[in-house]
T-cell receptor, first 109, second 111 residues
Framework: KNQVEQSPQSLIILEGKNCTLQ??????????LRWYKQDTGRGPVSLTI?????NTKSNGRYTATLDADTKQSSLHITASQLSDSASYIC????????FGAGTTVTVRA | DVKVTQSSRYLVKRTGEKVFLECVQD?????MFWYRQDPGLGLRLIYF???????EKGDIPEGYSVSREKKERFSLILESASTNQTSMYLC??????????FGEGSRLTVL
């Protein structure tokens, strides 16, 4: 069983709207959690990285939150743009990296 | 700017062929990785290397081998390609901070 579960698997939103992606993990002990953005046919690019002591980290219109007690993280996209259409991958680190399967976001005009 | 370059974006090979996937990074990173990515699955680690001529098996090394003769280059080899190796292959490098820098990916189709 994957130690990192992401939901939803995919979602469609209208341009300008907000959305939130979820990441639940069972990895323990926990070192850090990262969110990556992967455009279609490209390699993933880092958005945020958070240690267990951080609750929130922002990168422009992307805001990641972390609750280490419940082992949950979310990625919030504000005022979505067409360029936000991509797959978003949650990665949790202990002594190795565990990858979620990703959430595919489609932003429609 | 950080750069990880994978030599082939798209390849089509026949079953039984030998396949080389090349990856070069220009950041002087010690660590390099090969992953495969399949729909509905997270990235799965095939092999990694933390130094020249050093290699470690990842989670799914069967059917693959690697070579790291120079610090900047990490090659993935499929000795005898099979159809179940059709996938997207991603190379990454990282400094000791652990942040991964990925290449653009190589999409391999084995017929």
């Amino acid at each position: 069983k994957n130690q990192v579960e992401q939901s939803p698997q995919s979602l469609i939103i209208l341009e300008g709207k907000n959305c939130t992606l979820q990441c639940n993990y069972t990895v323990s002990p926990f070192s850090n959690l990262r969110w990556y953005k992967q455009d279609t046919g490209r390699g993933p690019v880092s958005l945020t990285i958070m240690t267990f002591s951080e609750n929130t980290k922002s990168n422009g219109r992307y805001t990641a939150t972390l609750d280490a007690d419940t082992k949950q993280s979310s990625l919030h996209i504000t005022a979505s743009q067409l360029s936000d259409s991509a797959s978003y991958i949650c990665v949790v680190s202990d002594y190795k990296l565990s990858f979620g399967a990703g959430t595919t976001v489609t932003v429609r005009a | 700017d950080v750069k990880v370059t994978q030599s082939s974006r798209y390849l089509v090979k026949r079953t039984g062929e030998k396949v080389f996937l090349e990856c070069v990074q220009d950041m002087d990173h010690e660590n390099m990785f090969w992953y495969r990515q399949d729909p509905g699955l997270g990235l799965r680690l095939i092999y990694f290397s933390y130094d020249v001529k050093m290699k470690e098996k990842g989670d799914i090394p069967e059917g693959y081998s690697v070579s790291r003769e120079k610090k900047e280059r990490f090659s993935l080899i499929l000795e005898s390609a099979s159809t179940n190796q059709t996938s997207m292959y991603l190379c990454a490098s990282s400094p000791d901070t652990g942040e991964l820098f990925f290449g653009e990916g190589s999409r391999l189709t084995v017929l």
